[in-house]
Structures are given as structure tokens and as C-alpha cells.
């Protein structure tokens, strides 16, 4: 049973350009967050998606956005980079169940993204 | 403004002995807690957790207990192993939702 995939796990890029990150959640999960782990901080919650529609939104500005498609993946887009931006980002899934939710979520490995 | 805190960054202790983590919380309607152990090169995976109406949750070795007047958790491993050691991230939610907020977390070191 695949767990939460992450691609790529490292990647270079230069301010100003745009990246995007993709995550396929566990199998059977319907429900993807993405998180922004900078060095030495705590997960930052950027958003969650289900039914291929953005839920929740942490803060963050319009510069992250995201998609899930109809196989229940994820990308998260980052424009404009900024320096600020270097940090691993974790994707995390669940499964919607109405009156279920206990905050459970199983986490990929990252992608660790490095601004210059 | 940090809503959940971890202000211990490391813990060193023995095998065979109790490690206490520590997590204070600011934000009052957080109704539960959620503790996550990350190895490196790993995400981090769910440990345990405890509801708001509830102070105590115990999971074989590991057990959490949350004082809601002080605001405080913290999760107890007993007996602790080397194979513990591992970041320990407190989380926080409200309302079912999984939008969590993280403290900055904690290295345990368990030495043989």
C-alpha cells in the first residue's frame, strides 16, 4: 500500500521563477494539505484541497496555488519566488468523513526547494 | 504571534527512562492535540493524540496528558529507547479541522 509520494524531493531555482510540486496521496485518501517547513520552524499550514476545490487557506499569499485532480493528487504552484520561499514543503492526505475528521494526517517526505 | 510553543529545543536522556516533552498553547478554542515524530529524510507521522474532554490518553508506551487551564500538554514515553529518537512536533487544531498549527518541535536523543 503506497504511502503519500512527493516529486521532486530537491530542486534548485532562482528568484523570480515559478515552481510546481506534485503529491499523490495514500491510497484511499481523498484529501490533500500542503505544508511549508522552514529550517528549524514547524509545519505551516498553505491549504487544503478536496473535491478538486481549495477548503481551508492558511496565510499565505496569492503567489502559492494549488490543484487537486479527479484521482485525488495535488500540485502546489509557487510564482514569484523569493528567497523566503526556500523551505522542505509537505504534502499531507486524509480521508473526508462526515463528523470524522480527527487531524490524522499522513505525511510524504517533502520536497526540499531552494531559492537563489 | 506562536500559537503553539515548544520552548525546550532538545531533550537528552537514557534508555530505560522517562522522556517529557513539553508544548504550551495560547489559542483557547484549540480543542485537540496532536503530537508527530519525525525521523530525517521522513515526513512526520502521527504519534498520538487527545481531545479537549479529555486530560489523559495513553498508546502503549507513549501517553499525553492535557492540562487545560494552564494551557500545557505534554507527552510522556516510558520506558524511552534509542529508537525514539526523533523531532516531536505538538500540534493543535479546532473544530475537526485539519488545518494543524505546529510548535517548532523538539530533538529527543535517547542514548543507549
Known amino acids: 500500500d503506497a504511502g503519500v509520494t512527493q516529486s521532486p524531493t530537491h530542486l534548485i531555482k532562482t528568484r523570480g521563477q515559478q515552481v510546481t510540486l506534485r503529491c499523490s496521496p495514500k491510497s484511499g485518501h481523498d484529501t490533500v494539505s500542503w505544508y511549508q517547513q522552514a529550517l528549524g520552524q514547524g509545519p505551516q499550514f498553505i491549504f487544503q484541497y478536496y473535491e478538486e476545490e481549495e477548503r481551508q487557506r492558511g496565510n499565505f499569499p496569492d503567489r502559492f496555488s494549488g490543484h487537486q485532480f479527479p484521482n485525488y493528487s495535488s500540485e502546489l504552484n509557487v510564482n514569484a519566488l523569493l528567497l523566503g520561499d526556500s523551505a522542505l514543503y509537505l504534502c499531507?492526505?486524509?480521508?473526508?468523513?462526515?463528523?470524522?475528521?480527527?487531524?490524522?494526517?499522513?505525511f510524504g517526505e517533502g520536497s526540499r526547494l531552494t531559492v537563489l | 504571534d506562536q500559537q503553539v510553543k515548544q520552548n525546550s529545543p532538545s531533550l537528552s536522556v537514557q534508555e530505560g527512562r522517562i522522556s517529557i516533552l513539553n508544548c504550551d498553547y495560547t489559542?483557547?478554542?484549540?480543542?485537540?492535540f496532536l503530537w508527530y515524530k519525525k525521523y530525517p529524510a521522513e515526513g512526520p507521522t502521527f504519534l498520538i493524540s487527545i481531545s479537549s474532554i479529555k486530560d489523559k490518553n495513553e498508546d502503549g508506551r507513549f501517553t499525553v496528558f492535557l492540562n487545560k487551564s494552564a494551557k500545557h500538554l505534554s507527552l510522556h514515553i516510558v520506558p524511552s529507547q534509542p529508537g525514539d529518537s526523533a523531532v516531536y512536533f505538538c500540534?493543535?487544531?479546532?473544530?475537526?479541522?485539519?488545518?494543524?498549527?505546529f510548535g517548532k518541535g523538539m530533538k529527543l536523543t535517547v542514548n543507549p
Open positions: 499531507a492526505s486524509s480521508l473526508t468523513r462526515q463528523g470524522a475528521n480527527t487531524g490524522e494526517l499522513f
Open positions: 489559542n483557547s478554542m484549540f480543542d485537540y
Open positions: 500540534a493543535a487544531t479546532q473544530g475537526g479541522s485539519e488545518k494543524l498549527v
